[in-house]
C-alpha cells in the first residue's frame, strides 16, 4: 500500500508533528517500508516562502494558538499568552531553530547519581547512557551535516563570534569556537551552504541550515510510504476495548473532524501539546488521560535556564550580519557545584533585529535608558546563556478553563524557577557580561528568557513505570502501542540545545518500532 | 492590560509609514492652520510639522489629542534623531481604531484629560506644553499603570520599531536574502578588536 491512505487502514503507524522528532521518525519508518501518515497541525511553508522580516515571520510561522500562563516567572507576566515561541508548520520548531548540534555529556544522563538530592527537584536517572545514544548521534549528526563532526569543516567567525572570541580570550576560556551547526559550510546531501543571512529563526532561505521540513518529510514521502496532511489538528487520540490505541482523531481546515485508525500512534507535538493531547484523551479507562498511571504526564516541565547578555561597544559591530547563532563557549557547561549551583550551561552567540530587541530586551521599560540600548543596536554583540534546568513536579502543563477553535482546552503552562536556576543564571549573567567587559563594552544588558524554545520533559523516560510515562524506547509503560517521539520524552535537560538529541532518540526509536512490527509484538 | 498583549492577538501588520502621511505644502499646511503648539501645527482634523515635512490626518481623536500623544511616545521612547514623523506613524492607529470603537476613543481621550490633569497639577498647564522631558516623564510616571499608557506603551514596542525607517536609524540593514546575504557584504569586517 501507499500514500495516500485510507482513514480505516489500521496498518498505519500516525505519527502527530513533523518536527524534529515527528519529522525524523516519519522519514526513518517510511526508509524501512512501512506506512505512516503524519498529521500536522500547521501547513507547509518551505525557503522560497520564508521572511527576512521578524514579525511577518513570526505571524507566517510561530504557535500563536490560545495557551495561559501562571507561576512566577517573568514570561506569564510579559508574554501571558505566549509562554513558548514555536512553529506551527511542517517542519516544527525545526524551521526556527538556530542549528546548534551538541552532544548530551555522559554525567548528564543521570544526575539524579551525578548531583544527589536537591530540595524541590525531581530528579531522575536516564534509563539509558550515553554509550547507548553514541551511534545515533553518530547517525544524526551525519543526517544534519553537523560542522566539526564527519570531517565538516566549521562556519567561519561573524563579527558577533569574534567579539565574544575575543572576550573568552581575555578570560582564559579555552573552548570557544563556532560552534557545531547543522548549517552547511559547504553544499551537502542536496543543500546549499550558509550566505551569512543573518535570519536562521526566520526559516533558512538557502535551505543550509537542516529542517525537517525540506529533507526528512520530502525524502519520507518520495518512498511512497509516507503521507502528510496538513493543517490536521490533533484533539484526541482514541483507544479500543483493550486499552490499545486504536485511531488519532483530528480537525482540518474547515473544523471538520475525522478518524485515522491506525497500528501504532507516535506523538510528536512538543513539550506543551503532547502532553496536553494525552490529557485531553482522557477516557473511562484512562480518566487521567493516557499514558498517566504515573501521574507524571504534563509534570517537570523544563524549558532550559536562559537568559541572554547584550553589550554596547564604542565602535561597530553588526551582529545581525551572518549565522544568529555564530559561535560557542562550552567551558561553563561541566558540573562544578562550587560555582553554587549543580549543572551547566553553555554561551552561545544570539543576534535578534531591533523588532525583537524592542520586544524582548527588558520587556515593559521605557524611558531613556531603553532607548539609548536601542540605539546601540549596531554597536552590540550578544550572547545567549542556555543551561540545565531542574525538573520540578509542580512545574508543568495541566488542562486551562479556556478552551480553543476547536473548543479543546488549551495548554496551561506554569513554572517557577528552581534556585538552582536562579544561581546559575546569575552567574551566567557575570560572566557574560565578563566576557564584553574583557573587550571594552561600554554598558551590558543582563537581559530575561524570551518565551520558552527549549520545552522539555513533560512525558518523561524512566525505568520504572512509576517515576515517568515512557520507557527507554519512549514507549508508553501504559500503552504498547503508544509512543512519545518529542523532547518531552527527556528525563532531564542537560545543558545542551536539545534538537540533536530529539533527533537521535527518533532514529533510534525508529529501529525500535521496525523491530517491534516485524516481531508482530506490535 | 498586560504589557505585551499584542504578541498573542499579533495583528503584526506593519503600522503606517511616515510614507503614507498626508504630504502637504506649507503653504496648503498655512491656510489650513488653526492652531499651533511646539512643533506641531494643529488643523481642525489634522496635525502637521511646522516645517510642512509631513501631516497626518485625524479621523476621531482631537488633533490635540494626537498631539500628545505623539510627544508621548517620544517620551516613552525618546530617539533624538527620529523626527515626529515616525512617531505620528507608530500612534496613528489608534485615531483608526478610534474612529471605530467608541470605548476605545474614550479610553484615550479619558486617558490624555487625566495626563493633562497630572501636569496642571504639577504647574503646567497641559502635557504638551510641560517643556521638559524630565517633567513629562515623571508625569507619566505617576500614570505607569493606566489604560492609555499600556495601551500606548504596548502598541510603540512593534508601532515604532517595525519601521524601515527606523531600522535604519538604528543602523539595521533590514532584509539580506535578496542582497545575497552577507558572506560578501561585511559579516566579519570589524577592525577594532
Redesign the interface.
Same mark, same amino acid.
Given at each position: 500500500m501507499s500514500a495516500p491512505f485510507d482513514k480505516n487502514d489500521d496498518s498505519v503507524v500516525v505519527i502527530i508533528g513533523t518536527g524534529a522528532g515527528g519529522g525524523t521518525l516519519a522519514n526513518e519508518l517510511a526508509q524501512k517500508g512501512i506506512s505512516v501518515v503524519a498529521l500536522e497541525a500547521g501547513g507547509r511553508h518551505l525557503p522560497q516562502d520564508y521572511l527576512?522580516?521578524?514579525?511577518?515571520s513570526? &505571524?507566517q510561522l %510561530?504557535w500563536?494558538d490560545?495557551r495561559t500562563t501562571s507561576g512566577s516567572w517573568r514570561v506569564a507576566?510579559?508574554?501571558?499568552?505566549?509562554p513558548a515561541w514555536i512553529v506551527k508548520a511542517v517542519g516544527g520548531s525545526t524551521v526556527h531553530w538556530a542549528g546548534a548540534s551538541l552532544r548530551f555529556q555522559e554525567h548528564e544522563m543521570r544526575v539524579k547519581t551525578e548531583y544527589g538530592d536537591i530540595e524541590g527537584a525531581n530528579l531522575l536517572d536516564w534509563p539509558i547512557t550515553l554509550a547507548d545514544l553514541e551511534p545515533y548521534y553518530d547517525k544524526a549528526e551525519d543526517k544534519l551535516g553537523v560542522t566539526r563532526t564527519h570531517g565538516i569543516e566549521g562556519l !567561519?567567525?561573524?563579527?558577533n563570534f569574534?567579539?565574544m572570541k575575543?572576550g573568552a580570550d581575555k578570560l582564559g576560556y579555552k573552548d570557544c569556537h563556532t560552534g557545531r551547526m547543522a548549517i552547511n559550510s559547504k553544499p551537502r546531501n542536496g543543500r546549499a551552504s550558509?550566505?551569512?543571512?543573518?535570519?536562521c529563526f526566520q526559516g533558512c532561505?538557502?535551505g543550509a541550515k537542516w529542517s525537517s521540513a525540506y529533507t526528512e518529510i520530502p525524502y519520507g514521502e518520495a518512498t511512497g510510504n509516507l503521507e502528510v496532511r496538513e493543517h490536521a489538528h490533533v484533539l484526541q487520540i482514541e483507544h479500543d476495548d483493550n486499552g490499545m490505541i486504536s485511531g488519532v482523531m483530528y480537525a482540518d481546515q474547515e473544523g471538520n473532524r475525522h478518524v485515522q485508525k491506525c497500528r501504532i500512534a507516535c506523538v510528536a507535538g512538543n513539550s506543551i501539546e503532547s502532553p496536553r493531547l494525552l490529557l485531553n484523551s482522557a477516557s473511562t479507562m484512562f480518566p487521567d488521560g493516557l499514558a498517566n498511571s504515573s501521574g507524571q504526564v504534563g509534570k517537570n516541565y523544563m524549558r532550559h535556564m536562559t537568559g541572554s547578555v547584550y553589550a554596547a561597544?564604542?565602535? !561597530? @559591530?553588526?551582529m545581525?550580519?551572518?549565522t544568529t547563532m555564530a559561535g560557542i563557549i562550552t567551558d561553563e557547561s561541566k558540573n562544578d557545584p562550587s560555582r553554587g549551583f549543580v549543572g551547566g550551561y553553555e554561551m552561545e552567540t544570539l543576534s535578534i533585529?531591533? %523588532?525583537f530587541?524592542?520586544?524582548f530586551l527588558n520587556?515593559?521599560a521605557?524611558?531613556?535608558e531603553?532607548?539609548s540600548a536601542?540605539?546601540s543596536? &549596531?554597536?552590540m554583540a550578544g550572547m545567549w546563556l542556555v543551561g540545565e534546568d531542574m525538573p520540578q513536579e509542580k512545574n508543568g502543563i495541566t488542562l486551562s478553563e479556556e478552551k480553543d477553535q476547536f473548543d479543546m482546552p488549551v495548554a496551561n503552562v506554569h513554572f517557577d524557577d528552581h534556585p538552582n536556576d536562579i544561581a546559575m543564571r546569575n552567574h551566567a549573567y557575570q560572566q557574560g557580561m565578563a566576557v564584553y567587559d574583557a @573587550?571594552g563594552a561600554t554598558q551590558t544588558y543582563p537581559t530575561p528568557p524570551y518565551p520558552s524554545t527549549h520545552n522539555l520533559g513533560t512525558n518523561r523516560m524512566s525505568e520504572k513505570p512509576e517515576d515517568g510515562v515512557v520507557n527507554k524506547f519512549g514507549q508508553s509503560h501504559d500503552i504498547a502501542n503508544l509512543f512519545v517521539s518529542d523532547g518531552s520524552q527527556f528525563t532531564t535537560g542537560a545543558s545542551e540545545n536539545p534538537t540533536l538529541t530529539i533527533v537521535t532518540l527518533a532514529i533510534r526509536q525508529a529501529d525500535y518500532i521496525a523491530e517491534q512490527m516485524n516481531s508482530k509484538a506490535l | 492590560m498586560?504589557?505585551?498583549?499584542i *504578541?498573542?492577538a /499579533?495583528p *503584526?501588520e506593519?503600522p503606517g509609514t511616515n510614507r503614507e502621511l498626508m504630504k502637504l505644502t506649507r503653504r496648503q499646511l498655512l491656510s489650513r492652520t488653526v492652531a499651533v503648539t511646539g512643533s506641531l501645527v494643529l488643523g481642525s482634523s489634522f496635525i502637521a510639522a511646522s516645517n510642512a515635512a509631513w501631516a497626518v490626518e485625524v479621523k476621531a481623536l482631537k488633533p490635540e489629542s494626537m498631539a500628545t500623544l505623539i510627544q508621548m511616545a517620544r517620551d /516613552?521612547?525618546?530617539?533624538d534623531n527620529f523626527s515626529d514623523a515616525l512617531y505620528a506613524a507608530a500612534v496613528k492607529g489608534h485615531d483608526d481604531k478610534a474612529a471605530e470603537d467608541a470605548e476605545f476613543k474614550t479610553l484615550i481621550e479619558d486617558g490624555i484629560a487625566a495626563l493633562d490633569k497630572a501636569a496642571q497639577d504639577a504647574g503646567h498647564a497641559n502635557y504638551l506644553a510641560t517643556g521638559w522631558?524630565s517633567d513629562r516623564?515623571a508625569i507619566l510616571r505617576s500614570l505607569e499603570s493606566s489604560d492609555l499608557f499600556q495601551t500606548v506603551?504596548g502598541g510603540l514596542?512593534?508601532g515604532?520599531?517595525?519601521q524601515p525607517e527606523?531600522?535604519a536609524k538604528?543602523?539595521?540593514?533590514?532584509?539580506?536574502?535578496?542582497k545575497?546575504?552577507?558572506?560578501y557584504?561585511?559579516?566579519?569586517? /570589524?577592525s577594532?578588536?
Open positions: 527576512n522580516d521578524e514579525w511577518p513570526f &505571524s %510561530a500563536t490560545m507576566t510579559d508574554f501571558p499568552n505566549l !567561519p567567525g561573524n563579527n569574534k567579539v575575543a550558509c550566505q551569512q543571512l543573518g535570519f532561505k538557502m561597544f564604542e565602535n !561597530p @559591530v553588526h545581525y550580519r551572518g533585529g531591533p %523588532a530587541m524592542a520586544a520587556p515593559g521605557w524611558g531613556r531603553f532607548s536601542m540605539e543596536y &549596531s554597536r @573587550v | 498586560p504589557t505585551e498583549s *504578541l498573542h /499579533i *503584526l506593519r /516613552i521612547y525618546p530617539h522631558e516623564t506603551r514596542v512593534v515604532l520599531y517595525n527606523v531600522w538604528l543602523g539595521y540593514e533590514g532584509s539580506s536574502f535578496d545575497g546575504g552577507y558572506l557584504r561585511g559579516f566579519d569586517d /570589524i577594532w578588536l
